[in-house]
């Protein structure tokens, strides 16, 4: 005779026991959209390294090994903790204003041989942007302008303080490493600190100049329309002081905005170095069209 309807009947235990109820249907786990995939994996890095002695460190083959157990691959994972900063400058006067003294560059390129494409790079920046090495260590390379007279005169007539900016960086840090058996990771980061503290100084310096003549004239005006007075001399006061710090925050302003525009230049010309060596390139920028044309000529094109 069939069990009459109703609810589900415990399942008899072990010979002994009295029976238990029946094991409850496994419960469908919730699904992640890939927005919210980031935060998960964040949060559970944060859960993870607050488990553990803050001091200790990870090697990479640590990290990648963290990263390919939440699934990533380890390709990815070596490109993202090869693009951490390689350089960071202390923050400066007006950084509000005149934005960041760091620009750097990253790319992930065909080429496998980390060591070759490491030494063209040294290369490049040697002959053509007048750096120096002053350091190896690992996959990197430090850099800085060389000091010697014939790299001095060189820089100041082929590399324009106008024009190029990466042959003045004050730090140049160049690291290249290998992701996989097909590609190679490539950062160049640039510090310019030096270039921002001497635009912030010349800025204030020059404005408060300009700010106090400017200022002390039109004092003199308040002065030459008034007549002598306790008003006259509360208006003379209020011009100078209103005119001068008008024309120093006018100064800071576009003294900032060309410092900005050299960084842009800057970012460029890393960019533009990288996407020649991604593609296989001489390193060095084509020439100017003036020079091509002379040189077609002498080719008789």
């Known amino acids: ?3 009459p309807s109703g609810p589900e009947q415990a399942k008899p235990g072990p010979e002994g026991e009295e029976p238990g109820p029946a094991a409850a249907p496994p419960e469908t786990a919730p699904a992640i959209a890939r927005k919210d995939l980031e ?4 949060r559970a890095v944060e859960l993870s390294l607050s488990e553990r002695d803050a ?9 990648v090994r963290v990263a390919t157990e939440v699934g990533l691959p380890a390709r990815l994972a070596r ?4 693009e951490l900063p390689a350089l960071s400058a202390a923050p400066g006067m007006l950084e509000g204003s005149f934005g960041q003294a760091v620009v750097s560059s990253a790319r992930a390129i065909q080429p496998a041989n980390a ?3 490491r030494r063209r790079i040294e290369e490049y920046l040697s002959s053509h942007e007048y750096l120096q090495v002053v350091r190896r260590k690992g996959g990197r390379l430090y850099l800085v302008p060389a000091e010697d007279t014939i790299s001095s005169l060189a820089r100041g ?3 324009p303080k106008s024009r190029y900016q990466l042959a003045r960086a004050r730090r140049v840090v160049v690291d290249v490493r290998s992701l996989d058996e097909k590609s190679s990771h490539v950062q160049i980061a640039t510090d310019f600190s030096d270039q921002r503290g001497s635009a912030v100084r010349q800025a204030l310096l020059g404005g408060s100049v300009l700010g106090s003549a400017a200022g002390g004239l039109a004092a003199a005006l308040v002065a030459f329309q008034t007549d002598p007075g306790l008003m006259a001399t509360a208006g003379q006061v209020i011009a100078f002081l209103g005119v001068g710090a008008g024309t120093l925050s006018g100064f800071v302003r576009l003294a900032a905005r060309t410092f900005k525009r050299r960084m842009l230049e800057a970012k460029l010309e890393l960019d533009g170095l990288l996407d020649r060596a991604e593609h296989g390139q001489r390193l060095e920028p084509p020439p100017a069209p003036w020079k091509r044309r002379l040189m077609q000529r002498f080719r008789g094109g």
Request: charge should be negative.
């Open 79 to 82: 490109q993202a903790l090869y």
């Open 55 to 63: 001091e200790e460190q990870l090697s990479e083959e640590e990290v």
């Open 157 to 159: 007539l082929l590399r």
């Open 39 to 42: 935060a998960v994996i964040r």
């Open 115 to 117: 060591d070759r494409l």
């Open 1 to 3: 005779m069939n069990s």
